[in-house]
């Protein structure tokens, strides 16, 4: 441990629970709960725990999940039986329902136990937030933002960030939605679709033929139907492969600070996708996590209460690695992680951290291929531009 101490200044609240760890979503499913057990493992390993509230979370209750999702749908979830995943593509299933049951949300043993665990710490650290006992509120397992209100997607099953944010609507004004995942965030954004209390942006790799979910284009911000009241309230940021450190925090800093005076929020949700670093298995951006936490570290500086969020992360040691440092980002200790986030491969301080054998990756090994960047700065500045504009309609 490296005497890390007690924070000045933000109470930081740690919202977990061991059962979310166990489940597998099958053999080479992308989606690896144990990446929490990576997490939780660092941020223990550094003395981490010492300066938080650790709370152990239980289950979200049924009335808990049908605040948002329909009795329908968490009734079927709630009995269905595991099956093993179709090899058949084309023929699924014909009992299944819901988007349920193919190879992206495949039913695996204990998913109810899963998803309601995965609600419940989410709705905690909201909880928490509500009644002042925390600044920062910090659930990893959750940030499920694909979950529709009848409808599994994208590896999401409940959307854990939709239930918070409702719990924070209870005591909150108005409430900040941030997505750094690499994917659009489409279930949390259709969801308050009507509403002018909850502001989503969302920050993605936009592709609508060849990248799921295919939707959030720049000119998408809400129905503008018949006095919808949400409408301007979604931002999107499209983005291409490879962009960089620099360019990811010149445009989050451009868009969340114009958001945030615009609709002065009294709560941010923040979504911590680690899919969005370099290295992912299916991201390709060209993130480290000095930029990813950037975001962490912006909006902690705001000094507006705060939900972190997981979501999505799928090379388990580089997402460990981002949540943990985005841990000691909360917490205002993060130079105690700096040295260890990338040791270049030729430090001589290197070898003191490979022990059992165990070397550590080099920086090509956690960077993987790298990519091309295709975000001309030219794109960059038009997105600014394009939110600037939207923000005129929207008034705290
Ligand atoms: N096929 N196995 C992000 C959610 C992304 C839809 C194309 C499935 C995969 C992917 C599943 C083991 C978050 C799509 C993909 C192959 C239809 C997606 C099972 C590999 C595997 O090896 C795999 C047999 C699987 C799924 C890749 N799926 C990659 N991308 C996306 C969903 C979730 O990060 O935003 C938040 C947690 N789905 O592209 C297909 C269209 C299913
Ligand atoms: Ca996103
Ligand atoms: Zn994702």
Redesign the pocket.
Known sequence: ELGITAPKGYDVSFHYNVQMEKHH???????KPWRLVLTKGLVTSYGMHHAMKNYTTRAATYDELVSFHSQDYVNFLGSVAPQP?PLD?DNPNPDLRFNLG???C?LFEGLYDYCSQSGGASLDAARKLCAKQSDIAVAWGG????AKRSEAS???YINDIVIAILQLLRVHKRVLYIDI???HGDGVEEAFFSSDRVMTVSFHKYDPHT???GTGALEDNGPKSEHNPGAHHAINVPLNDGITDEQYQWLFERVISQCVQKFQPEAIALQC?A?SLAGDR?GKFNLLVQGHSSCVDFCKKLGIPMILFG????TPRNVARAWAYETAVAIGQEEKMASTVYIPDHAPYRQRFEYDGHLLPSIEQILGEPRQNRNPQKKLLEIVQHVTEQLRFVAA
Request: proline share 9%; hydrophobic share 25%.
């Open positions: 979503f099958g053999q080479t499913h992308p989606m995943t593509v193919g190879s992206d495949p940030g499920l933002h694909h994208g590896f999401c995942d690499v994917h990248f799921f979910p996708g899919d299916l979501g999505g992360g799928y």
